[in-house]
């Protein structure tokens, strides 16, 4: 089952309005589509508000699967948000929430790397894959991404470690900060972020 290209988050919320309705209303009475949510509470509350306010966002607790299970069955999309530490450790979790998920038309998952999520693709989605959607954040971190990669470079270049560790102990440090001129940047890798972080250096750096 292939990838559609990325669909960010606040688009497809606006996008789901068009799924058929659910038992959440907005202000103004309108149903609001019914979204499960796979991750850290921490994370489902970093979703911005403006998003919150065009879908009705439920998150999945394994603990409690039971009591969920008409709320569930009313959700026509699922959004796994990868816990920290853990990219993609959700498999076993979003196969045992799948089969409760019968109007599931849409799944997105906010990490571009997806490998431990074969087992589940495999097993629940491919299947389905004429009636669901599969998206992941491919795009969606290109850009900062390629700055951190441009802030490295600089922070290694120019040392700054070392000029951090001489400030409290009030340290004259005197040494030879090198510079980027002439200079190869390496990039293993040119997908979405390999690009993003080679066009942030030959900016900064144009010749």
Same mark, same amino acid.
């Given at each position: ?10 688009? *497809?919320?606006?996008?789901? *309005? ?5 038992? @959440?209303?907005?202000? !103004? &009475? ?8 796979? %991750?850290?509470?921490? !994370? =489902? ?19 409690? =699967? *039971? ?20 990219? !993609? ?19 997105? @998952?906010?990490?571009? %790397? ?5 087992? /589940?693709?495999? $097993? #629940?989605?491919?299947? $389905? ?6 998206? +992941?954040?491919? %795009?969606?971190? @290109? @850009? ?7 802030? !490295?470079?600089?922070?290694? +270049?120019?040392?700054?470690?070392? #000029?951090?560790? +001489? ?7 005197? /040494? ?17 972020? &390999?690009?993003?972080? &080679?066009?942030?250096?030959? %900016?900064?750096?144009?010749?």
């Amino acid at each position: 089952m292939a990838f559609r290209p990325l669909i960010p988050l606040a688009i *497809a919320a606006s996008s789901a *309005a068009s799924f058929s309705s659910s038992s @959440s209303s907005s202000a !103004s &009475g309108a149903a609001l589509p019914t979204i499960a949510v796979v %991750g850290a509470e921490e !994370s =489902l509350r970093r979703i911005p508000s403006t998003t919150k306010s065009k879908v009705n966002l439920v998150r999945v607790d394994p603990a409690t =699967l *039971a009591a969920q299970s008409d709320t569930l069955a009313a959700a026509e999309g699922l959004l796994w948000i990868p816990d920290p530490g853990s990219p !993609s450790a959700a498999s076993d979790t979003l196969k045992t929430v799948w089969p409760l998920l019968p109007r599931c038309r849409w799944v997105h @998952s906010f990490a571009a %790397g997806v490998d431990g999520l074969k087992p /589940f693709i495999d $097993a #629940c989605l491919a299947p $389905a894959s004429d009636r669901v959607t599969l998206t +992941n954040g491919r %795009g969606a971190f @290109s @850009s900062s991404l390629g700055e951190y990669a441009l802030a !490295s470079i600089l922070y290694f +270049n120019k040392q700054l470690a070392r #000029c951090a560790a +001489n400030r409290p102990a009030k340290k004259w440090d005197y /040494f030879t900060m090198d510079v980027m001129a002439d200079k190869t940047v390496g990039l293993v890798g040119y997908g979405s972020i &390999g690009q993003s972080a &080679g066009k942030a250096v030959k %900016g900064a750096f144009p010749t």
